[in-house]
Protein backbone atom coordinates (compact mmCIF):
# COMPACT_ATOMS: atom_id res chain seq x y z
CA UNK A 1 0.00 0.00 0.00
CA UNK A 2 1.14 3.23 -0.67
CA UNK A 3 0.49 5.93 1.53
CA UNK A 4 1.55 10.14 0.56
CA UNK A 5 1.68 12.87 3.28
CA UNK A 6 1.50 16.09 1.18
CA UNK A 7 2.02 18.46 3.68
CA UNK A 8 3.37 16.95 6.81
CA UNK A 9 5.55 20.14 8.37
CA UNK A 10 3.22 21.99 10.29
CA UNK A 11 2.08 18.80 12.11
CA UNK A 12 5.26 17.52 12.54
CA UNK A 13 8.39 19.26 12.11
CA UNK A 14 10.67 16.96 13.45
CA UNK A 15 9.64 16.40 16.55
CA UNK A 16 7.15 13.05 16.12
CA UNK A 17 7.06 10.52 14.10
CA UNK A 18 5.56 8.76 11.09
CA UNK A 19 6.01 5.10 11.95
CA UNK A 20 2.18 4.69 12.94
CA UNK A 21 1.37 5.55 9.31
CA UNK A 22 4.78 3.51 8.02
CA UNK A 23 3.27 0.27 9.25
CA UNK A 24 0.67 0.26 6.73
CA UNK A 25 3.04 0.23 3.93
CA UNK A 26 5.03 2.31 1.83
CA UNK A 27 5.15 6.08 2.92
CA UNK A 28 6.18 9.59 1.12
CA UNK A 29 6.29 12.80 3.54
CA UNK A 30 6.26 16.05 1.87
CA UNK A 31 7.14 18.93 4.04
CA UNK A 32 4.71 20.69 1.41
CA UNK A 33 3.10 20.34 -2.13
CA UNK A 34 2.17 22.99 -4.07
CA UNK A 35 -0.92 22.88 -5.83
CA UNK A 36 0.16 22.09 -9.31
CA UNK A 37 2.31 19.07 -7.87
CA UNK A 38 -0.21 17.20 -6.19
CA UNK A 39 -1.33 14.62 -8.90
CA UNK A 40 2.54 13.70 -9.34
CA UNK A 41 3.24 13.60 -5.90
CA UNK A 42 -0.10 11.56 -5.07
CA UNK A 43 0.12 9.14 -8.07
CA UNK A 44 -0.54 5.78 -7.96
CA UNK A 45 -1.15 6.42 -3.83
CA UNK A 46 -4.11 4.70 -2.68
CA UNK A 47 -3.64 7.23 0.93
CA UNK A 48 -3.30 10.61 1.23
CA UNK A 49 -2.93 12.94 3.76
CA UNK A 50 -3.02 16.12 3.52
CA UNK A 51 -3.65 19.54 6.14
CA UNK A 52 -4.15 22.17 4.13
CA UNK A 53 -3.52 20.90 0.28
CA UNK A 54 -6.19 21.27 -1.64
CA UNK A 55 -7.77 18.16 -3.29
CA UNK A 56 -10.64 19.39 -5.47
CA UNK A 57 -12.20 17.42 -8.02
CA UNK A 58 -9.86 17.93 -10.62
CA UNK A 59 -7.53 16.50 -9.02
CA UNK A 60 -9.00 14.04 -7.38
CA UNK A 61 -10.17 12.60 -10.77
CA UNK A 62 -6.64 12.24 -12.05
CA UNK A 63 -6.17 10.13 -9.03
CA UNK A 64 -8.11 6.69 -9.63
CA UNK A 65 -6.30 4.50 -7.41
CA UNK A 66 -6.68 6.77 -4.08
CA UNK A 67 -9.03 5.06 -1.94
CA UNK A 68 -8.40 6.87 1.73
CA UNK A 69 -7.91 10.82 2.09
CA UNK A 70 -6.91 11.49 5.90
CA UNK A 71 -7.54 15.29 6.56
CA UNK A 72 -4.75 16.11 9.51
CA UNK A 73 -7.38 18.74 11.11
CA UNK A 74 -10.89 19.15 11.89
CA UNK A 75 -11.81 21.38 9.17
CA UNK A 76 -11.95 19.59 5.95
CA UNK A 77 -13.14 22.17 3.22
CA UNK A 78 -9.66 21.36 1.49
CA UNK A 79 -11.40 18.12 -0.08
CA UNK A 80 -14.08 18.26 -2.28
CA UNK A 81 -16.24 15.22 0.03
CA UNK A 82 -18.64 15.63 -2.52
CA UNK A 83 -16.19 14.71 -5.51
CA UNK A 84 -14.33 11.89 -3.10
CA UNK A 85 -18.07 10.44 -2.37
CA UNK A 86 -18.94 10.07 -6.09
CA UNK A 87 -15.23 8.00 -6.57
CA UNK A 88 -15.55 5.76 -3.56
CA UNK A 89 -12.88 7.82 -1.33
CA UNK A 90 -13.56 7.55 2.23
CA UNK A 91 -12.73 10.80 4.10
CA UNK A 92 -11.96 11.35 7.63
CA UNK A 93 -10.94 14.38 9.77
CA UNK A 94 -9.42 14.78 13.22
CA UNK A 95 -12.58 16.09 15.25
CA UNK A 96 -10.88 16.59 18.90
CA UNK A 97 -7.17 16.97 19.91
CA UNK A 98 -6.49 20.39 20.78
CA UNK A 99 -8.92 21.61 22.95
CA UNK A 100 -7.41 22.18 25.83
CA UNK A 101 -4.68 23.68 23.78
CA UNK A 102 -6.84 25.96 21.87
CA UNK A 103 -8.29 27.33 25.04
CA UNK A 104 -5.04 28.20 26.83
CA UNK A 105 -4.47 30.09 23.76
CA UNK A 106 -7.39 32.18 24.01
CA UNK A 107 -6.23 33.05 27.49
CA UNK A 108 -2.75 34.13 26.18
CA UNK A 109 -3.71 36.31 23.97
CA UNK A 110 -6.72 37.73 26.38
CA UNK A 111 -3.98 38.27 28.90
CA UNK A 112 -1.29 40.17 26.65
CA UNK A 113 -4.70 42.08 25.85
CA UNK A 114 -4.61 43.13 28.70
CA UNK A 115 -1.34 43.67 30.69
CA UNK A 116 0.97 44.11 27.72
CA UNK A 117 3.16 41.97 29.45
CA UNK A 118 5.66 41.83 26.18
CA UNK A 119 6.03 45.46 26.35
CA UNK A 120 5.98 45.93 29.99
CA UNK A 121 9.12 43.33 29.63
CA UNK A 122 10.81 45.00 26.65
CA UNK A 123 10.76 48.42 28.59
CA UNK A 124 12.72 46.77 31.79
CA UNK A 125 15.29 45.43 29.17
CA UNK A 126 15.70 49.03 27.93
CA UNK A 127 16.15 50.12 31.52
CA UNK A 128 13.40 52.66 31.90
CA UNK A 129 12.80 50.60 34.90
CA UNK A 130 16.14 51.18 36.33
CA UNK A 131 15.55 54.90 35.06
CA UNK A 132 12.62 55.33 36.62
CA UNK A 133 11.90 57.76 39.34
CA UNK A 134 8.91 55.21 40.82
CA UNK A 135 9.58 52.20 41.81
CA UNK A 136 6.64 50.80 39.16
CA UNK A 137 5.56 52.31 36.07
CA UNK A 138 2.67 51.54 33.50
CA UNK A 139 2.71 52.16 29.78
CA UNK A 140 -0.72 50.93 29.13
CA UNK A 141 -3.96 50.57 30.88
CA UNK A 142 -3.88 47.15 32.81
CA UNK A 143 -7.55 45.24 33.20
CA UNK A 144 -8.75 42.87 35.44
CA UNK A 145 -10.99 40.28 34.03
CA UNK A 146 -12.61 39.34 37.29
CA UNK A 147 -16.35 40.49 37.19
CA UNK A 148 -15.97 40.89 33.48
CA UNK A 149 -18.66 39.59 30.91
CA UNK A 150 -16.63 36.72 28.53
CA UNK A 151 -18.99 36.12 25.33
CA UNK A 152 -18.50 32.77 23.64
CA UNK A 153 -19.53 32.58 19.99
CA UNK A 154 -19.79 28.93 19.26
CA UNK A 155 -20.17 26.91 22.66
CA UNK A 156 -19.14 23.34 21.49
CA UNK A 157 -16.25 21.80 22.79
CA UNK A 158 -13.60 24.77 22.75
CA UNK A 159 -16.04 27.40 22.98
CA UNK A 160 -17.15 25.21 26.85
CA UNK A 161 -13.25 25.07 27.70
CA UNK A 162 -12.90 28.59 27.71
CA UNK A 163 -16.20 29.26 29.46
CA UNK A 164 -14.52 26.91 32.06
CA UNK A 165 -11.07 28.84 32.02
CA UNK A 166 -13.22 31.91 32.13
CA UNK A 167 -15.67 31.03 34.76
CA UNK A 168 -12.53 30.17 37.37
CA UNK A 169 -10.90 33.51 37.05
CA UNK A 170 -14.62 34.92 38.25
CA UNK A 171 -15.80 36.21 35.03
CA UNK A 172 -19.58 36.35 33.94
CA UNK A 173 -19.90 33.19 31.04
CA UNK A 174 -22.38 34.01 28.12
CA UNK A 175 -23.00 31.91 24.82
CA UNK A 176 -24.45 32.28 21.82
CA UNK A 177 -25.39 28.81 19.77
CA UNK A 178 -27.64 27.86 17.33
CA UNK A 179 -27.58 24.37 19.42
CA UNK A 180 -28.32 25.16 23.15
CA UNK A 181 -27.57 21.89 24.57
CA UNK A 182 -27.55 21.21 28.25
CA UNK A 183 -25.65 24.56 30.16
CA UNK A 184 -22.78 24.41 32.36
CA UNK A 185 -23.06 23.78 36.09
CA UNK A 186 -21.71 27.54 36.96
CA UNK A 187 -24.09 29.92 38.35
CA UNK A 188 -22.81 32.73 35.75
CA UNK A 189 -23.67 31.21 32.92
CA UNK A 190 -26.62 32.77 30.66
CA UNK A 191 -27.55 32.05 27.12
CA UNK A 192 -28.06 34.89 24.68
CA UNK A 193 -28.67 35.69 20.80
CA UNK A 194 -25.72 37.04 19.11
CA UNK A 195 -26.58 40.94 19.19
CA UNK A 196 -27.35 40.65 22.99
CA UNK A 197 -23.70 38.79 23.74
CA UNK A 198 -21.88 41.10 21.68
CA UNK A 199 -23.51 44.03 23.39
CA UNK A 200 -23.24 42.98 26.57
CA UNK A 201 -19.72 41.05 26.56
CA UNK A 202 -16.58 42.51 27.49
CA UNK A 203 -14.11 39.83 25.53
CA UNK A 204 -15.53 37.68 22.56
CA UNK A 205 -14.70 34.59 21.61
CA UNK A 206 -15.21 32.99 18.57
CA UNK A 207 -15.75 29.84 18.60
CA UNK A 208 -18.19 29.18 15.87
CA UNK A 209 -17.52 26.66 12.26
CA UNK A 210 -17.20 28.06 9.12
CA UNK A 211 -20.44 27.59 6.89
CA UNK A 212 -22.36 29.84 4.85
CA UNK A 213 -24.31 31.10 7.66
CA UNK A 214 -20.86 32.23 9.87
CA UNK A 215 -19.09 33.66 6.99
CA UNK A 216 -18.52 37.31 7.88
CA UNK A 217 -20.86 37.29 11.09
CA UNK A 218 -18.31 39.66 12.47
CA UNK A 219 -18.81 42.56 10.03
CA UNK A 220 -19.10 46.87 10.66
CA UNK A 221 -22.58 45.74 11.64
CA UNK A 222 -21.58 43.25 14.41
CA UNK A 223 -18.57 45.18 15.84
CA UNK A 224 -21.34 48.44 15.83
CA UNK A 225 -22.76 46.50 19.15
CA UNK A 226 -19.80 45.69 21.12
CA UNK A 227 -18.76 48.04 23.88
CA UNK A 228 -16.22 50.61 22.50
CA UNK A 229 -13.87 48.83 25.87
CA UNK A 230 -14.34 45.09 24.77
CA UNK A 231 -11.86 43.19 22.92
CA UNK A 232 -12.41 40.70 20.30
CA UNK A 233 -10.57 36.99 20.11
CA UNK A 234 -10.72 34.81 17.02
CA UNK A 235 -8.82 31.29 17.18
CA UNK A 236 -11.68 29.56 15.26
CA UNK A 237 -11.68 30.67 11.53
CA UNK A 238 -10.51 33.89 9.85
CA UNK A 239 -13.35 34.00 7.25
CA UNK A 240 -15.51 34.93 10.66
CA UNK A 241 -14.58 38.16 10.94
CA UNK A 242 -14.17 40.66 7.82
CA UNK A 243 -10.99 41.54 8.50
CA UNK A 244 -11.38 45.34 7.00
CA UNK A 245 -14.19 46.03 9.51
CA UNK A 246 -12.42 44.69 12.51
CA UNK A 247 -9.58 46.74 11.63
CA UNK A 248 -11.59 49.63 10.80
CA UNK A 249 -13.27 49.52 14.47
CA UNK A 250 -9.98 49.50 16.13
CA UNK A 251 -8.52 52.40 14.24
CA UNK A 252 -11.75 54.18 15.32
CA UNK A 253 -11.20 53.48 18.72
CA UNK A 254 -15.02 51.18 18.36
CA UNK A 255 -12.90 48.56 20.09
CA UNK A 256 -10.44 48.02 22.69
CA UNK A 257 -8.35 45.22 21.13
CA UNK A 258 -8.51 42.08 19.10
CA UNK A 259 -6.31 39.14 18.83
CA UNK A 260 -6.44 36.34 16.24
CA UNK A 261 -4.88 33.43 15.78
CA UNK A 262 -6.52 33.26 11.97
CA UNK A 263 -7.13 35.36 9.26
CA UNK A 264 -9.06 35.38 6.23
CA UNK A 265 -6.50 34.49 4.03
CA UNK A 266 -3.22 32.19 5.68
CA UNK A 267 -0.31 33.48 5.49
CA UNK A 268 -1.69 37.18 5.20
CA UNK A 269 -1.08 39.38 2.50
CA UNK A 270 1.67 42.08 3.21
CA UNK A 271 -1.12 44.63 3.11
CA UNK A 272 -3.62 42.63 5.59
CA UNK A 273 -5.45 45.93 7.43
CA UNK A 274 -5.09 43.15 10.44
CA UNK A 275 -1.20 43.73 10.53
CA UNK A 276 -1.12 47.28 11.12
CA UNK A 277 -4.14 48.42 13.13
CA UNK A 278 -4.27 49.61 16.13
CA UNK A 279 -3.55 47.37 19.18
CA UNK A 280 -4.41 44.26 17.45
CA UNK A 281 -2.17 41.30 18.01
CA UNK A 282 -2.08 38.33 14.68
CA UNK A 283 -0.49 35.06 15.74
CA UNK A 284 0.70 32.67 13.07
CA UNK A 285 -2.39 30.07 13.47
CA UNK A 286 -0.61 28.51 16.24
CA UNK A 287 -3.38 27.90 18.94
CA UNK A 288 -3.27 23.98 18.01
CA UNK A 289 -0.05 23.43 17.74
CA UNK A 290 1.45 22.29 21.11
CA UNK A 291 3.30 19.10 21.05
CA UNK A 292 1.06 17.54 23.30
CA UNK A 293 -2.22 18.51 20.93
CA UNK A 294 0.04 17.51 17.43
CA UNK A 295 0.73 14.14 19.40
CA UNK A 296 -2.58 13.65 20.08
CA UNK A 297 -3.72 14.45 16.44
CA UNK A 298 -1.24 11.88 14.43
CA UNK A 299 -2.72 9.60 17.25
CA UNK A 300 -5.67 10.01 15.83
CA UNK A 301 -4.84 10.22 12.43
CA UNK A 302 -3.12 6.77 12.82
CA UNK A 303 -6.46 5.01 14.50
CA UNK A 304 -8.73 6.75 11.45
CA UNK A 305 -6.58 4.96 9.36
CA UNK A 306 -6.50 1.78 10.76
CA UNK A 307 -9.70 1.60 11.13
CA UNK A 308 -10.27 2.03 7.38
CA UNK A 309 -8.04 -0.74 6.63
CA UNK A 310 -9.55 -2.98 9.15
CA UNK A 311 -13.10 -2.22 6.75
CA UNK A 312 -14.62 0.35 9.93
CA UNK A 313 -16.21 3.79 10.15
CA UNK A 314 -14.20 6.24 12.18
CA UNK A 315 -14.68 9.98 11.80
CA UNK A 316 -16.01 9.31 8.14
CA UNK A 317 -16.77 13.00 7.20
CA UNK A 318 -19.20 14.09 4.39
Given amino acids: MKIVVLDGYCLNP ?107 AEAVRAGEWTRSADWCFTKAPLVELAGLTMGIVGFGRIGRAVGKIADAMGMQVAAADTNRSAAPPYASFRWMELEELLAAADVVSLHAPLVAET ?16 FLINTSRGPLVVDQDLADALNAGKLAGAAVDVVSQEPPAADSP ?45
Fill in 14 to 120: GDLSWDGARAFGETLVFDRTPGGEVVQRAAGAEIAFTNKTPMPAEVLRQLPELRYIGVLATGYNVVDVEAARRQGIVVTNIPTYGTASVAQFVFALLLELCHNVKLH
Fill in 215 to 230: RGMIDARALEHMKPSA
Fill in 274 to 318: LLTARNCLVTPHIAWATRAARARLMDEAVRNLAAFVAGETRNVVG
